[in-house]
């Protein structure tokens, strides 16, 4: 100020114009202070002053002491050298202590400032250092800018002035009983009970209370006999109830073989997923307390779930782009638009896949050609090059590992590389599984996984898109929801010089995953491996009693050379031709009626049967996949299920087959 009325200027209009700038530096300091936990935080730091003087110096005596204290303390060699060079610094651009306060007593904002930049430890937050000196610029230049002012008017109160520090981005909580409906869901799998079911009893009568100790010979003849019955009935009626679960529902002639008490009964859910883990559970939940389940919707500095998510997703399988999607058919259709793909352009792919796989293509825009698949259950790559050969005009190929088959992928580069198509992977049934010495998904320019409810990770619904290939990452990234600047909150994707205007020119369909199924992944892709060799072991086990017991009936499908790690969580059966169509009916009944669902690939209903993809039809008969489909029957392999079930498991197939072949006289 002094400098100011040398010149001239006005002493009010110099107080009111200074008044001014430190309401300007006031503004910054709250949304500083309300961008760390609390400001309390910075009071916490000082070792160096007592809480007395503290007090004395925030709360001041209105006539300047508070801030003749602080000028005062700052002398003192106690304090470290960056924060008494700071305050010296703002200081001497100052007015005089007096010239702090407000006619309310309190202390302005620089001098706040001068407390926080004394007590905060430059050694270790040096980053905060130009903050300060930018308040200081404030007071410095006051002078400058208001030397001419001759605006009198009333000095008004700092005090006078309202300041919002609460986050305006804060979402609604979920209610409480949102909160302990989601965790129930996510603990049905594990609060599931086993029951032992055998052909003397099924239902165990109403014990007594000590019914532990009681003898089942204390029952007479009569009750042992209407026990029996009424546990036959209510079995019987608890299969037929799944019926409507099935593909390929029990034939209307099916009825209950003869000789019940000898069979074998599967008593475990089929549909059973895999759990979400305790961990994933109670983030989750921590998630649903703060109501932060959209991925943008973090602080600036910190990573969405979702963003972390991606990141371990994309270490596992070695990718260096990864982009989470509201479901793995999104991610599919993503594959295809932003690599190139026009409306009516042709795309290559399995006639043997799941229903999502064609439904993505026609979303894309684009017209499915379909490629035979052989007994192995992987598109055949002598059909595949007689397509190309057929359609010089397609260019994108995408291959679907179904069921975690892999096909011979290093012919199928070769191949595409020859005709100049785009290769694209379908991993949603090949998380785990490995080609050579990488990941299943690098032998195209991009792979979608998924994490459906049935997948080896498990959101209910979900999907990824990963890719080495910056651009793809950065279209997925945008087209997914990442609008205006808000791909600078993905950890997995390219820099802004590769997003350049893509916000502004590519289309915003909202299909990002949330931080809430995020949650629930991440705690499974830590077990993966675990997982894979458990069902591993149980499949070798189950596919060992198959063969051994009804071998010269069936045949296993065998895998690719060059698949170095498999991930059998299913099971896939070919019967052999002299099954007639009657007869693999009749197996199906039988498996059904012994509690194992077991499909049938080629069901007039089957969603992976081609012949019921009426929204994207094959153009030319496919008769090798047509006959594979219609003896392929398929049964999943629950994690949850014990090793003795699977034991059941393989005597109701071994039982239900050998019935079926001597109910036919077949050998």
Same mark, same amino acid.
């Given at each position: 100020?002094q400098?100011?009325? *040398?010149?001239g200027g006005s002493?009010?209009?110099?107080?009111?114009c200074?008044?001014?700038?430190?309401r300007?530096?006031?503004s910054?300091?709250h949304s500083?202070r309300?961008?760390?936990?609390s *400001?309390?935080?910075?009071?916490?730091r000082s070792r160096r &002053?007592s809480?007395?003087d /503290?007090q004395?110096i925030?709360?001041?005596?209105?006539?300047?002491?508070?801030?003749r204290?602080l000028?005062?303390w700052t002398?003192d060699?106690s304090?470290d050298r960056?924060g008494r060079?700071?305050v010296a610094q703002t /200081?001497c651009?100052?007015p005089?202590p007096?010239?702090y306060?407000?006619?309310?007593?309190?202390l302005?904002?620089?001098?706040?400032?001068?407390?926080?930049?004394a007590?905060?430890d430059?050694?270790?937050?040096?980053?905060?250092?130009p903050l300060?000196?930018?308040?200081?610029?404030?007071?410095?230049?006051a002078?400058?800018?208001?030397?001419a $002012?001759n605006h009198?008017?009333?000095?008004?109160?700092l005090?006078?002035?309202t300041?919002?520090t609460?986050?305006?981005?804060?979402?609604?909580?979920v209610?409480?009983?949102?909160?302990q409906a989601?965790?129930?869901?996510?603990?049905?799998t594990?609060? &599931?009970?086993r029951f032992?079911?055998? *052909?003397?009893?099924?239902?165990q009568?109403?014990?007594?209370t000590?019914? +532990?100790?009681t003898?089942k010979?204390?029952?007479?003849?009569h009750?042992?006999?209407?026990?029996?019955k009424?546990?036959?009935? *209510?079995l019987?009626?608890?299969?037929?109830s799944?019926?409507?679960?099935?593909s390929n529902?029990?034939s209307q002639k099916?009825?209950v073989s003869? %000789?019940?008490?000898d069979?074998t009964?599967?008593?475990?859910?089929?549909?059973t997923?895999?759990?979400v883990p305790?961990?994933?559970?109670?983030a989750?939940l921590e !998630?649903?307390k703060?109501g932060r389940l959209? /991925?943008?919707?973090v602080k600036? %500095?910190e990573?969405s779930v979702v963003?972390?998510?991606e990141?371990e997703i994309?270490?596992?399988m070695g990718f260096?782009y990864?982009?989470?999607?509201n479901?793995? =058919?999104?991610?599919?259709?993503l594959l295809?638009?932003t690599? =190139?793909l026009?409306? %009516?352009d042709?795309?290559?792919?399995?006639a043997?896949t799941?229903?999502?796989v064609?439904?993505a293509?026609?979303?894309? =825009?684009?017209?499915?050609v379909?490629?035979e698949?052989? &007994?192995?259950?992987?598109?055949?790559v002598?059909?595949l090059e007689?397509?190309l050969e057929a359609?010089?005009d397609?260019?994108?190929? !995408?291959?679907?590992?179904m069921r975690?088959k892999?096909?011979? &992928?290093?012919a199928?580069k070769?191949l595409c590389?020859k005709?100049?198509?785009i290769?694209l992977?379908d991993c949603?049934? $090949?998380?785990?599984?490995?080609?050579g010495d990488?990941?299943?998904g690098?032998?195209?320019?991009?792979?979608?996984?998924s994490?459906?409810s049935y997948k080896?990770?498990n959101?209910g619904?979900g =999907?990824?898109?990963?890719?080495?290939?910056?651009e793809?990452?950065?279209q997925?990234?945008?087209?997914a929801?990442a #609008?205006? %600047?808000l791909?600078g909150k993905? +950890?997995m994707?390219?820099?802004?010089?590769?997003?350049?205007?893509?916000?502004?020119?590519?289309p915003?369909?909202?299909?990002r995953m $949330?931080?809430?199924?995020a949650?629930?992944?991440?705690?499974q892709?830590?077990?993966l491996?675990?997982?894979i060799a458990?069902y591993?072991?149980? #499949?070798?086990d189950?596919v060992e +009693?198959?063969e051994?017991?009804v071998?010269d009936h069936?045949?296993?499908?065998?895998?690719?050379?060059?698949v170095t790690q498999?991930?059998h969580?299913s099971v896939?059966i070919?019967? +052999?031709?002299?099954?007639?169509?009657?007869?693999?009916q009749?197996?199906?009944?039988?498996?059904?009626?012994?509690?194992?669902?077991?499909e049938?690939f080629?069901h007039? $209903?089957n969603?992976r049967?081609f012949v019921?993809w009426g929204?994207?039809?094959a153009d030319e008969?496919?008769?090798?996949?047509?006959?594979? !489909?219609?003896r392929a029957?398929?049964?999943?392999m629950?994690l949850?299920?014990?090793?003795?079930?699977?034991?059941?498991?393989a005597?109701?197939?071994i039982?239900?087959m050998?019935?079926?072949l001597?109910?036919?006289?077949v050998?």
């Amino acid at each position: 100020e002094q400098p100011a009325l *040398a010149e001239g200027g006005s002493q009010q209009g110099v107080s009111t114009c200074a008044h001014t700038h430190t309401r300007n530096a006031h503004s910054i300091i709250h949304s500083f202070r309300s961008s760390i936990p609390s *400001a309390s935080w910075f009071i916490a730091r000082s070792r160096r &002053m007592s809480h007395a003087d /503290r007090q004395r110096i925030l709360a001041g005596d209105g006539r300047g002491a508070g801030a003749r204290d602080l000028h005062g303390w700052t002398e003192d060699k106690s304090v470290d050298r960056m924060g008494r060079a700071a305050v010296a610094q703002t /200081r001497c651009c100052d007015p005089q202590p007096a010239e702090y306060f407000s006619g309310h007593g309190r202390l302005s904002s620089s001098t706040i400032a001068l407390v926080l930049a004394a007590e905060i430890d430059f050694d270790k937050d040096s980053s905060l250092l130009p903050l300060l000196l930018l308040l200081a610029s404030y007071h410095r230049t006051a002078s400058c800018h208001c030397a001419a $002012s001759n605006h009198a008017t009333p000095h008004r109160s700092l005090s006078d002035r309202t300041y919002v520090t609460r986050d305006i981005k804060t979402p609604d909580p979920v209610p409480e009983e949102g909160q302990q409906a989601a965790l129930e869901l996510m603990k049905t799998t594990t609060m &599931m009970n086993r029951f032992q079911i055998s *052909a003397a009893t099924i239902f165990q009568p109403s014990w007594p209370t000590n019914h +532990k100790t009681t003898p089942k010979t204390n029952l007479d003849e009569h009750t042992q006999h209407s026990t029996m019955k009424f546990s036959l009935i *209510a079995l019987s009626t608890l299969l037929l109830s799944a019926d409507a679960l099935l593909s390929n529902p029990l034939s209307q002639k099916a009825g209950v073989s003869k %000789g019940l008490s000898d069979r074998t009964y599967v008593t475990r859910d089929i549909k059973t997923p895999d759990p979400v883990p305790e961990e994933g559970q109670q983030a989750a939940l921590e !998630l649903m307390k703060t109501g932060r389940l959209y /991925r943008y919707n973090v602080k600036p %500095g910190e990573d969405s779930v979702v963003s972390l998510c991606e990141q371990e997703i994309a270490e596992y399988m070695g990718f260096d782009y990864c982009v989470a999607l509201n479901s793995c =058919g999104s991610a599919l259709m993503l594959l295809l638009k932003t690599t =190139g793909l026009q409306p %009516g352009d042709k795309v290559l792919s399995n006639a043997f896949t799941f229903g999502a796989v064609p439904s993505a293509i026609e979303h894309a =825009g684009g017209k499915a050609v379909y490629v035979e698949s052989n &007994m192995d259950h992987v598109i055949s790559v002598a059909d595949l090059e007689k397509k190309l050969e057929a359609h010089p005009d397609c260019g994108h190929v !995408l291959i679907s590992h179904m069921r975690g088959k892999v096909a011979d &992928m290093t012919a199928i580069k070769e191949l595409c590389d020859k005709h100049d198509a785009i290769l694209l992977e379908d991993c949603a049934h $090949s998380l785990g599984v490995r080609w050579g010495d990488k990941h299943t998904g690098h032998m195209g320019k991009a792979c979608a996984v998924s994490s459906q409810s049935y997948k080896m990770i498990n959101s209910g619904e979900g =999907g990824f898109l990963l890719t080495n290939d910056g651009e793809i990452a950065a279209q997925t990234a945008v087209i997914a929801g990442a #609008y205006e %600047g808000l791909a600078g909150k993905h +950890k997995m994707v390219p820099g802004p010089e590769v997003f350049g205007n893509k916000p502004t020119e590519l289309p915003n369909y909202s299909i990002r995953m $949330s931080n809430l199924a995020a949650a629930v992944v991440r705690p499974q892709i830590k077990t993966l491996d675990e997982r894979i060799a458990k069902y591993n072991k149980r #499949y070798n086990d189950l596919v060992e +009693k198959l063969e051994a017991a009804v071998g010269d009936h069936i045949i296993m499908p065998q895998l690719t050379p060059g698949v170095t790690q498999m991930v059998h969580d299913s099971v896939q059966i070919n019967l +052999k031709p002299k099954f007639t169509p009657e007869m693999i009916q009749d197996f199906l009944d039988e498996c059904i009626a012994h509690g194992l669902p077991v499909e049938l690939f080629g069901h007039k $209903s089957n969603a992976r049967n081609f012949v019921n993809w009426g929204f994207a039809p094959a153009d030319e008969p496919l008769p090798e996949t047509a006959e594979m !489909l219609k003896r392929a029957v398929d049964c999943r392999m629950p994690l949850m299920w014990d090793d003795e079930d699977f034991d059941d498991m393989a005597n109701v197939l071994i039982e239900s087959m050998q019935s079926v072949l001597a109910k036919h006289n077949v050998e």
